[in-house]
């Protein structure tokens, strides 16, 4: 099973998350997969908000890019900083023959970088207090 990749990743559930969430709207969409806003069901054991961001992922093809989408999540599973929403739960899972990866994280509404920068033109000063403030997360 190809998803055996993420054994031993802290915090990987290799379980269907549907059941725990609902409501799913979408809210953004990327080149792995979408982004929703969903509810979690309050039967979910997990200590998450009741509204989460899911970013959906459908399972790389080439190895390299499972590589990637592992370090990802390792990375900002260990980030904590106001500007970068939390990471609360991962899970891997089936549906019929597709992989598929949630990162279920904190919603706050405020889109990605990438969407306050095509909605807005930042000033130089701007844009530096921004890209401080991307470093200083990291």
């Known amino acids: 099973n190809e998803l055996e990749v993420l054994v031993g990743v802290e915090g990987v559930r290799f379980e269907d998350p549907r059941r725990h969430f609902h409501s799913l709207v979408k809210?953004?969409?990327?080149r792995t997969g979408g982004v929703y806003r969903a509810l979690r069901l309050p039967t979910s054991n997990d200590n998450c908000p009741q509204e989460v961001a899911i970013k959906e992922v459908h399972w790389p093809a080439k190895s390299a890019h499972r590589r990637l989408l592992k370090k990802e999540i390792q990375v900002h599973a260990r980030l904590q900083h106001p500007g970068v929403a939390r990471l609360w739960a991962v899970y891997a899972f089936r549906v019929g023959a597709d992989g598929k990866v949630w990162m279920v994280m904190e919603y706050?509404?405020?889109?990605?970088?990438?969407?306050?920068?095509?909605?807005?033109?930042?000033?130089?000063?701007?844009?530096?207090?921004?890209?401080?403030q991307v470093m200083d997360a990291l």
């Open 27 to 30: 809210v953004g969409q990327g």
């Open 108 to 132: 706050g509404g405020w889109g990605s970088l990438h969407d306050l920068l095509s909605r807005v033109r930042l000033t130089d000063v701007q844009m530096s207090v921004v890209m401080r």
